[in-house]
């Protein structure tokens, strides 16, 4: 039996994810199978439910007021239309439903009384619940946890040394305090980062020790590749590697191996191939839907196609038990 540790070295890291690509992989999957079916693959969706006008500076997010992008911005969505984006979301099989909001922080006002609205009609939906909504306080966050939040998204970004090249308007310590507060509630913490920031290896070592020697490990750990957006100063990076991916995911699987290690933006740019080999390496939740916040994903039905070619199923809905809603067959695949 694998041992769950939480006391990891950077060295010992480093070494895991420096090995030969199909060791690495061969390891990372024996790993999964170990602690989750491999057939499984939770099925998570993300809506914006306020977009764009963020005071933050960070250098790939497109919402950022400062950059000069195509996203429009709007308010805040009004509840009915959120909740009805949560319905047809469990009909196309997700059952985690994540609502973002390009804040810097909550503020205790009338939109945060309303996206408290928005957790408790979703979770009345049966759904798992997850926001993305900046930094919290612990009132805040109780107050989240009261409604029936699930699950809240705080990504660390990248490693500590490299985040300020990143990142000038919170402090490490500010995402670190965050998820602190996240866990007093007992709300499950979704926790990762990007890669393609400009950062060296050891910077992905870094977040990875960070998130692997908690007192308790992410239950999610959301793996992205940048998307460069046009406006923003990381515009111009160049794209990731499927293999920096599968190094990433291989090497989270198996620093911590109960965790849900999500393939998530940079998907759009993958085929069937390498999501597959995703998977393989340790990969069991995506984010289905054509828009992640404001860049681009792969379409739904590209999705049950990826799901009826390797036989993948999604992960039932961790809340009650009850069967998740299937992908509907799409004619002329079997």
């Known amino acids: ?29 024996t790993v999964h199978r170990e602690f989750n079916d491999p057939s499984e693959v939770q099925v998570c969706t993300l809506l914006s439910v ?43 099989g997700s059952t985690r439903f994540c609502m973002g909001a390009a804040w810097r922080e909550v503020r205790d ?15 009345e939906l049966d759904m798992e619940v997850c926001c993305t909504l900046g930094m919290l306080t612990e009132s805040q966050a109780q107050k989240l946890k009261d409604a029936g939040l699930y699950a809240y998204n705080h990504n660390l970004d990248t490693s500590e040394e490299h985040y300020d090249d990143i990142i000038s308007t919170r402090t490490y310590d500010d995402r670190l305090d965050t998820i602190d507060n996240v866990r007093k509630a007992k709300i499950s913490v979704c926790s990762g980062g990007i890669i393609g920031l400009g950062e060296q290896h050891k910077d992905r070592v870094g977040m990875l020790h960070t998130l692997a020697t908690m007192e ?41 191996p109960k965790a849900m290690v999500r393939l998530s933006a940079g998907r759009v740019r993958m085929n069937q191939e ?16 054509d828009k992640l916040l404001t860049t681009p994903n792969p379409e739904v039905n590209e999705d049950a196609e990826l799901f009826q070619t390797l036989n993948l199923k999604p992960r039932k809905a961790f809340k009650n038990g009850e069967p998740a809603v299937e992908f509907q067959q799409i004619p002329g695949v079997s």
Request: aromatic fraction near 6%; proline fraction near 6%; glycine fraction near 4%.
């Open 1 to 29: 039996m694998t041992e769950i540790r939480n006391d990891w070295t950077k060295e010992e890291i480093e070494k895991i994810y420096n090995q030969p690509i199909l060791e690495l992989i061969y390891k990372a999957a």
């Open 50 to 92: 306020k977009t764009g006008g963020c005071p933050e500076d960070c250098a790939y997010c497109p919402q950022a007021a400062r950059y000069h992008t195509d996203v429009k911005v709007h308010k805040l969505l009004p509840t009915e239309q959120v909740l009805e984006s949560a319905r047809i979301a469990k009909e196309n």
């Open 109 to 123: 006002n009338r939109d945060f009384d309303r996206v408290l609205e928005m957790v408790k009609g979703i979770n």
């Open 216 to 256: 308790e490990h992410p239950e999610s750990v959301p793996v992205n590749a940048l998307v460069p957006v046009e406006g923003t100063p990381l515009e111009k990076q160049p794209k990731v590697s499927v293999w920096e991916m599968i190094r990433m995911i291989a090497t989270a699987r198996i620093t911590m």
């Open 274 to 289: 390498e999501q597959a080999l995703c998977f393989m390496a340790g990969a069991n939740s995506i984010f289905a839907g």
